[in-house]
């Protein structure tokens, strides 16, 4: 077991870590912005050390600083949590090189997945199913127009480098086309410092569910069913639930299986997710990996009764799963409570938070580094927590967010409490069938 992990991280994911750590015996590093000085996770951690300004690539970004301060507090881990360096091969390998466990997927791995063009490609090689599209980078407008004539309207630009909805653009009509197909370029160019893009199908009244995966070094795969993570706006998630409400045992088993010829495919180890789009005829299509720990990862937690953070470090410890058996068990809902403003646009909403008392109760999780007094920097993600609920079924678990909600009282910002306290109430949300669209179709 590792004796000291360096957290390249920030917010509740860092609390998350060290939570973890504190019970497996392990000392932590927390690293910070100057903006994050009176942040939560700098005063739970064992030891913090300031690497930079406010901004991203001043300090989480800026591997240099990350790894001096990892050699500097003889960390042997480092955990990326998600968001950031998580995903980033270069910082994966520059970890290796330097002598400290990365904890997750090695660099060839994170590079495999992390390219959409070639995820697909390998994707198709392990036989998983995968949305009709163009074969690699889609060069210019003509081609783009050649393609989407032969697969037929709707179609949708990616960016191969892409994420959150950036480098994205649907396309209804062809001569919408070439203006959303050079506005996708200039995105991931300006996003991700890579303008390629691709094409694919769109596939309508689509639902976004993705499976939980765990691999070790040994070549033990397991996944923990799945999370429904429909509810979007503008393609990021508000709520996530686990089992999604559209599946069946059968379905499941499939997906289940497909998720996890996706990671054997690439000798996957650590925590993955699957992502999956199932459309209104129940066919799934693989849609990307994402290489990391999840947002979303405790309603699986509550579902399975697993700490998917410690199996990340016993994972990277060189422990193996070839005895774990994960059993499903109840409905979890997770809402994620952002600093904004749902009736102005979801408009950020950083400052000073005056008041904030936590609901509790049984099946009542609440994930936050944010407490009273605690001043929300404008640099950064809006999401302040994440309040998870879990219940013996879907109904109990909606009735229980309700009121878990009722309880969280903020003050001094804008949350999007009220917004959730609607998605809730409504008889489209709990009548479970819905799409991507959501939002878009449904009055709140």
Do not use: W
Not at 253 to 277: C, H, P, R, S
């Amino acid at each position: 077991m590792f004796k000291k992990i360096l957290i390249a991280n920030r917010g509740e994911i860092a609390m998350r870590i060290i939570r973890t750590c504190r019970e497996l015996g392990v000392n932590t590093v927390a690293v910070y912005s100057t903006a994050d000085t009176e942040s939560l996770h700098v005063k739970y951690a064992d030891e913090a050390i300031c690497i930079g300004a406010p901004s991203g690539k001043d300090s989480y970004l800026n591997v240099s600083r990350i790894i001096a301060a990892a050699e500097i507090t003889n960390a042997d881990a480092i955990h990326p949590g998600y968001g950031f360096l998580a995903e980033n091969a270069d910082f994966a390998e520059v970890c290796q090189s330097s002598g400290i466990k990365f904890i997750g997927p090695s660099a060839e791995m994170i590079r495999k997945m992390g390219d959409k063009i070639t995820a697909k490609e390998s994707m198709k090689i392990a036989q998983v199913p995968v949305v009709p599209g163009s074969d690699g980078l889609v060069e210019d407008v003509s081609e783009a127009k050649r393609l989407a004539a032969q697969i037929g309207l709707p179609v949708i630009i990616k960016a191969t480098a892409g994420g959150g909805g950036k480098g994205m653009r649907i396309v209804h009509k062809m001569d919408d086309l070439e203006k959303a197909f050079v506005t996708a370029q200039s995105e991931a160019e300006k996003s991700f410092g890579n303008s390629g893009v691709y094409i694919e199908k769109f596939v309508e009244e689509p639902r976004h569910v993705e499976i939980q995966v765990m691999g070790d070094q040994y070549g033990n795969v397991f996944h923990l069913g799945e999370r429904d993570c429909t509810v979007q706006r503008r393609h990021q998630k508000l709520i996530e639930e686990s089992p999604s409400p559209v599946m069946n045992e059968a379905l499941r088993d499939k997906m289940g299986d497909a998720a996890v010829n996706a990671a054997k495919a690439i000798q996957y180890e650590g925590a993955g997710t699957v992502e999956f789009l199932v459309d209104k005829y129940m066919n799934f299509y693989f849609m990307e990996m994402n290489t990391r720990i999840q947002v979303e990862h405790p309603v699986t937690e509550e579902v399975y009764d697993v700490d998917l953070i410690r199996d990340q470090i016993l994972v990277a410890a060189g422990e193996t799963l070839a005895e774990r058996c994960y059993i499903r068990k109840g409905h979890s809902i997770e809402c994620r409570i952002n600093a904004e403003d749902p009736d102005y646009g979801f408009r950020p909403s950083p400052g000073v938070v005056q008041v904030f008392h936590t609901p509790g109760g049984h099946g009542v999780r609440v994930e936050t580094h944010a407490y009273a007094g605690y001043k929300i920097p404008p640099y950064y993600d809006s999401m302040i927590a994440k309040l998870i609920v879990h219940a013996a079924d879907r109904t109990q678990a909606i009735e229980r967010m309700v009121r878990a909600l009722d309880e969280f009282i903020i003050e001094g910002i804008k949350t999007t409490i009220p917004f959730h306290k609607r998605v809730m109430q409504s008889e489209v949300f709990r009548s479970g069938n819905f799409d991507t669209s959501f939002l878009e179709k449904t009055k709140l």
